[in-house]
């Protein structure tokens, strides 16, 4: 007797987000999304669209104007049983949030000695790309990686979007969840129709291979993809997506260079602070006798986000992850 095979759709990483979200809340009335024009507009990229038809305007909330007042607001709600969504328009707004999400948020369990969790999700479209003017197009997900307490997850397809975003909500603890929005509308995957999750904590491999591991997340998987078969029969690339930063699948790390014994990481964030120091600091201290090479890095610039004409140097593509790979294996 066959098996029924469960119905998908084809969707692009935002319908996936939106995806996620309708499930989530047809699921649990608890799980409300609040933030800038995410009601009647439908959101800055659309992820919230249609929304508030479906679940009205008490579970889909328009706010102000204020970052800090939206997860502030979002943190009391969480605390007292709700499950909170936050959109935040552009990474680069989510500063003035800063402070509620480092110093209440992360802090919210310890300090009432366990009486009370906050499972919030703060999501963010992050990254460069799209032509954005400053503070669009930040990627800095190493300022909340560095906070214990807080969960960081960056999807990289439609389908591990809805898992993870899935997952983030259901967890008891507050969830950064950075969406990349150079990916956003770039190619479509068939994602279940039916709910699910991605655990988090747990690195997916893209590209099984033996000659040097690379690591990387969000809208870098795709160029880092994109090398390893522009680079196959001369190197052999093993490509791993880490999915989560914090916490970070520091298993799938070593296993995978215990394999090749040679690893790249690639980011868009500047490359001073980045989570490469942390990947290689790991590899250091749990794999340090099985390195055949210093471990690479290929990142953005210590420098501001540029503009327009400099937007593509900057960001990490395909040819130059190539070169660093060919430079770590020949060394």
């Known amino acids: ?32 999304v609040m933030g800038e024009d995410v009601g009647e507009n439908g959101g800055v990229f659309r992820a919230t669209q249609g929304l508030i038809d479906e679940f009205g305007d008490q579970r889909v909330i328009d706010t102000p104007l204020a970052e800090a007042g939206i997860v502030g607001t979002a943190i009391g709600m969480a605390a007292y049983g709700l ?25 919210l369990r310890t300090r009432s000695r366990g009486r009370f ?7 963010a479209p992050y990254g460069g790309g799209i032509r954005a003017p400053e503070h669009h197009s930040e990627s800095t ?45 770039a190619f479509r995957e068939d994602v279940p129709e039916d709910e699910y999750t991605v655990p988090l904590g ?31 029969g001369d190197v052999d690339c093993e490509v791993v997506d880490l999915r989560t930063l914090s916490p970070l699948d520091e298993e799938t790390i070593v296993e995978s260079f215990e394999k090749t014994g040679r690893a790249v990481v690639v980011h868009e964030a500047p490359k001073t602070g980045g989570l490469a120091g942390e990947i290689i600091a790991t590899i250091q201290e749990e794999v340090l006798l099985y390195q055949e090479a210093p471990v690479g890095r290929v990142t953005g610039f210590d420098v501001p986000f540029p503009l327009y004409a400099l937007e593509d140097y900057y960001l990490p593509e395909a040819a130059r992850i190539e070169d660093e790979i060919r430079e770590t294996v020949e060394f």
């Open 1 to 32: 007797m066959s098996q029924q095979t469960a119905a998908t759709q084809s969707l692009t990483l935002v319908q996936a987000v939106r995806d996620g979200l309708y499930c989530e809340m047809d699921r649990d009335d608890d799980v409300i």
């Open 83 to 107: 499950r909170p969504v936050t959109e935040i328009q552009f990474m680069g707004f989510i500063y003035p949030a800063f402070d509620q999400i480092v110093s209440h948020a992360a802090r």
């Open 117 to 123: 969790s906050c499972p919030l999700v703060v999501r």
């Open 141 to 185: 997900e190493a300022f909340f990686v560095h906070q214990p307490g807080l969960k960081v997850a960056i999807p990289s397809t439609p389908h591990d979007t809805k898992g993870l975003l899935a997952a983030a909500i259901r967890d008891p603890d507050p969830v950064v969840f950075l969406e990349p929005k150079l990916i956003y509308r």
């Open 202 to 232: 747990e690195a997916a491999i893209r590209r099984e291979g033996s000659d040097v591991s690379v690591f990387t997340w969000g809208a870098m998987t795709r160029p880092t993809l994109d090398a390893a078969e522009n680079l196959a």
